[in-house]
């Protein structure tokens, strides 16, 4: 059981990184690689805001997570824009040359040492046997409460409602008057805003390494495919039952075995059921007939 | 400049990405499968080799039959080969991101079983002192230009291989295929079988680099077959032109030679993070800046094959190259 909790924690954070990858792949239509390197930019920029500047874990949190969603914003207007007319092929191109970059300067700004978050996991609860840190509780809060606000906006409000459209079907929200351009930018804040949430809270749980985005991208891809992309309840329970997977999987064969579970599983979903786990259409474009 | 010997392990290297470039081009350039899993190729050829060639007990390796390099050498293209099928069977059903995150999988799998399975492959510790052709007979510094040489061979082996396969009437049908899956289909042509044919065929000329790329490194490791190598294979084949067939040769050459260049510049010790990130650096930039301002690389695959191709204003053509991965 134990292990289930460390699985709800990995899934809750796996699900926050996953759901600004499958916004941007749903309405600008490319996988963008760079996603998991603005992860590891947040744990850095987080690592480097409280030990070294000795700021606050939830306030420096906050900042990095604002600050990151704007630099998503110019990186998207700086690299994707000009090349968006030559479709997805060339975007994902451009986003792994953009990984590249990000990865280059987080190599030369932060260095190759790894860092720590100083020890803010608190006291330990118990309930029924079972062992869990204050931090566990407010990662899986702040997942929660994240993930919720995402839905409210996404449903209740006229630019939410825009994206939507714009999700659904881009030609068309532009020639109903969607306004395209602010549509994008907002995805862009959102969705580099939750790889940079989710960058702190893996790097408050362990260590901050510059390979913390090669490591992630795969992860993150076998959720978002397992999720299907289209819907964020699928892209929840994905995160979720990949995390519970990697971590009870544990238990039965050695960790070093953890990613390979996360790709099997994968590889195992795409080749048997690639419509992904929840959605209902099959997944037309993803099979040949 | 510096001296000679260092331009020559620039140029051997080269080679050997030039090599890998061109075999990847026949399956994404003209087959349009978006293959990001050559790092897992190329590992199973190279631990292929090392592990038939590993004759030292002091390795502690459970298998190590000792076979000569070049009784090992073709065994390992054909094994890549093999992986290749397997990987490919299941993997070819799936179309565009789907195909390419599955490889990248695979690759992944690949590289964590290397780690796992130690006691067949040294895990993290790897192997160092990979025996080389010839060096019994050159040694010192001298041996660099053998190295040279047969990188040189390899790579013109694959040019030649890779072209005859371009120009064929299987190339011919492998890029029909991918601009018009249907009409290739209507006119009975057997498209996923072609198309497990040509990952194979990518795998074997793969692995039949890997133990060239395992005489120019001289140690093996897991780390070497990280998604990087993939990316960069790839970043050589779109700065070279995707699809033409000297594509690769010249992207490699381009990204190789410039990034190797760059690392000669003196750099302060203290500044020794920037040093590490100049080579990233500058791949993912040639990557951006040659997909924003010349989009079909160097060579285009029209220069290619010319009167082959449609007209270059025929939006059908390039919509169906890019939709086809």
């Known amino acids: ?289 | 400049m510096t001296n000679p010997i260092f331009w020559v392990g620039v140029l051997t290297l080269a080679m050997i990405y030039a090599s890998l470039a061109m075999s990847l081009n026949v399956e994404s350039g003209w087959g349009g499968m978006w293959d990001l899993g050559i790092a897992g190729l190329l590992a199973a050829g190279s631990y292929c080799y090392v592990i038939l060639t590993a004759s030292d007990p002091d390795l502690g390796m459970r298998f190590a039959p000792g076979l000569s390099m070049w009784v090992a050498w073709p065994l390992s293209a054909l094994f890549t080969g093999l992986v290749a099928f397997a990987i490919g069977a299941p993997a070819l059903r799936l179309r565009r991101e789907y195909f390419l995150i599955t490889t990248l999988a695979f690759a992944e799998i690949i590289r964590q079983l290397v780690v796992i399975q130690a006691d067949l492959t040294r895990g993290t510790v790897g192997i160092a002192n990979i025996n080389r052709p010839f060096d019994s007979f050159v040694t010192g510094r001298d041996y660099n230009y053998v190295l040279l040489g047969i990188a040189v061979v390899t790579a013109a082996v694959m040019y030649v291989v890779t072209r005859q396969v371009g120009i064929s009437p299987f190339g011919r049908t492998l890029r029909a295929a991918r601009d018009n899956e249907a009409v290739a289909l209507a006119l009975g042509k057997r498209v996923n079988r072609m198309r497990i044919k040509t990952f194979v065929l990518t795998g074997v000329l793969i692995g039949a680099t890997a133990p060239v790329y395992l005489f120019y490194i001289r140690a093996i490791s897991p780390q070497l077959f990280a998604p990087g190598i993939t990316f960069t294979v790839w970043t050589a084949l779109v700065i070279g032109g995707l699809g033409s067939i000297r594509g690769g040769l010249a992207g490699a050459l381009v990204l190789i030679v410039f990034t190797e260049a760059v690392g000669l510049i003196e750099v302060d010790p203290a500044h020794i993070n920037i040093l590490v990130a100049i080579e990233p650096f500058l791949v993912g930039l040639l990557l951006v800046l040659v997909l924003r301002f010349r989009p079909d690389g160097l060579f285009s695959e029209r220069s290619s094959f010319g009167a082959a191709r449609r007209s270059a204003g025929d939006p059908a053509g390039d919509a169906a190259r890019v939709a086809g991965g």
Not at chain 1, 18 to 36: D, K
Not at chain 1, 142 to 147: N, P, W
Not at chain 1, 203 to 229: D, P
């Open chain 1, 1 to 289: 059981m134990q292990n289930v909790v460390f699985g709800i924690v990995t899934g809750s954070i796996l699900a926050v990184a996953t759901l600004g990858f499958a916004l941007v792949r749903q309405t600008e239509n490319f996988l963008n690689i760079a996603h998991a390197q603005m992860m590891a930019l947040g744990a850095f920029v987080g690592v480097v805001l409280v030990d070294t500047y000795g700021m606050n874990i939830f306030l420096a949190g906050a900042i990095t997570v604002v600050g990151l969603g704007a630099v998503g914003v110019v990186l998207s207007a700086v690299f994707f824009q000009p090349v968006r007319h030559q479709g997805g092929t060339v975007l994902l191109f451009t986003s792994i040359g953009l990984a590249l970059m990000m990865y280059a300067a987080i190599l030369a700004l932060f260095g190759t040492q790894a860092r720590f978050y100083p020890d803010v996991s608190g006291s330990l609860h118990r309930f029924a046997g079972i062992g869990i840190a204050t931090n566990e509780l407010v990662i899986i809060g702040l997942a929660v409460g994240s993930i919720a606000a995402l839905q409210l906006f996404l449903n209740s409000t006229g630019l939410g409602r825009a994206i939507r459209a714009v999700a659904s079907n881009d030609d068309l929200a532009r020639v109903r008057g969607v306004p395209v351009r602010t549509v994008s930018n907002t995805i862009w804040f959102i969705s580099s805003a939750f790889g940079a949430m989710a960058g702190v809270m893996l790097g408050v749980l362990g260590a901050v390494n510059t390979e913390i985005g090669w490591h992630n991208i795969l992860i993150v891809l076998a959720a978002a495919v397992l999720g299907g992309l289209r819907s964020i309840t699928g892209v929840i329970l994905a995160g979720l039952l990949l995390g519970i997977m990697m971590d009870v999987s544990a238990l039965i064969i050695p960790t070093a075995y953890r990613p390979v579970v996360a790709f099997g599983v994968l590889v195992a979903v795409l080749i048997l059921r690639p419509e992904g786990i929840l959605s209902i259409q099959r997944r037309k474009d993803a099979v040949v007939a």
